[in-house]
């Protein structure tokens, strides 16, 4: 018969430990798991938050140091295209444009009488070539009267073929005066052509010298402009790598209408069956042990634990095996 109320003992105060750990919420072994995988996970967090943090602010460090070359570079090139600079440039422009306006119109100038002087190099050109001609033809008919032996006919024809060399001479003095005049007013026509060529050169040059210098500043600017402002995403993205938000988990409620597990009543003897009840003894160590469970029970219901630790756990399979063993002992001493 002791032996009968030893083993319902038992079963209740274990049937108890079961329910506080049921009305906890959590199976010992989720809670085990749990109290033993949060402080990794927790470690793996922080190592991952730290290598976060670690390269926001090596990619901060790369875009200030880019910021800075980009406003090296920057300077370099307002110090080049300074309005002092650009002023120098304009001056040299303005002077070689004028320059250039003033020998094309040169150039225009000794142009104009080209046309007539080519035409007296032509109308000299053909009065040579007809003296030349008559010289050629006296010649030969002097030889023809010489093979004859008319020898009055080539005594004049020797007089007339000197006067005509005489003449093939003036018009070759105002063939080659005509020329000279000519290839003159030419070399004045491409001398200020040549110069108009040179000023033009240095128009040219000095234009895209100054174009090449606003385009660099404008380039430069452009860059340290985005250079800025890639530092600004690094800086506020280490920012936020190094401050992050911590979301605190919420608490959970146990439910309102939860309701704890009703305590086992032992089976009363009738007096009319003659069965023995059991010592009163055993129901007062019952009654309070049932009393410190649902005390324990509700503290850790009251402090809203969703998860509560293995440590706490295993204190109420203790508590329940500590009442086991004192009934047990209770009900032997009774024998």
């Known amino acids: 018969m002791n032996d009968i109320l030893a083993r319902r003992a038992r079963r209740a105060t274990m049937g108890i430990a079961l329910s506080l750990a049921l009305a906890a919420g959590i199976a010992p072994v989720t809670a085990i798991a749990a109290e033993t995988s949060s402080p990794i996970d927790a470690a ?35 110090d080049a295209a300074s309005p002092e600079k650009l002023a120098e440039i304009d001056d040299d422009i303005a002077a070689f444009q004028e320059l250039y306006d003033m020998v094309v119109a040169e150039a225009a100038k000794w142009r104009v ?16 070539d007809e003296a030349h001609n008559r010289v050629s033809e006296l010649q030969a008919e002097l030889k023809k009267a010489y093979d004859n032996g008319d020898y009055a006919a080539a005594q004049q024809l020797r007089s007339e073929i000197m006067s005509a060399e005489r003449q093939e001479k ?26 108009a060529e040179e000023a033009k050169a240095h128009i040219d040059e000095d234009i895209a010298k100054r174009n090449a210098l606003t385009d660099d500043l404008e380039k430069a600017q452009a860059a340290y402009d ?34 704890q597990p009703a305590e086992t009543a032992q089976p009363a003897s009738s007096p009319a069956t003659g069965k023995d009840t059991a010592p009163s003894s055993s129901k007062q160590a019952n009654t309070g ?31 329940g095996l500590g009442i086991t063993a004192t009934a047990t002992r209770r009900i032997k001493n009774s024998k």
């Open 113 to 128: 009488p080209l046309p007539a002087m080519q035409a007296n190099v032509d109308a000299a050109q053909a009065k040579y």
């Open 44 to 78: 793996a967090l922080q190592t991952a938050t730290a290598n976060s943090s670690e390269t926001a602010t090596t990619e901060k460090d790369k875009a200030y140091a880019a910021m800075q070359e980009a406003l090296k570079n920057l300077e370099a090139a307002k």
């Open 226 to 259: 985005d250079a800025c402002k890639a530092y600004e995403e690094a800086k506020a993205a280490a920012d936020k790598a190094t401050s992050p938000e911590i979301t605190q988990p919420t608490e959970t409620t146990p439910p309102s209408g939860s309701t």
């Open 170 to 195: 003036s018009c070759k003095s105002d063939l080659d005066s005509y020329r000279r005049r000519l290839e003159i007013q030419e070399g004045q026509v491409e001398h200020f052509e040549s110069a």
């Open 289 to 319: 042990n049932s009393k410190q469970a649902n005390t324990t029970a509700g503290k850790l219901a009251n402090t809203g634990d969703t998860t509560p630790s293995a440590i706490a756990l295993a204190g109420i399979a203790a508590m």
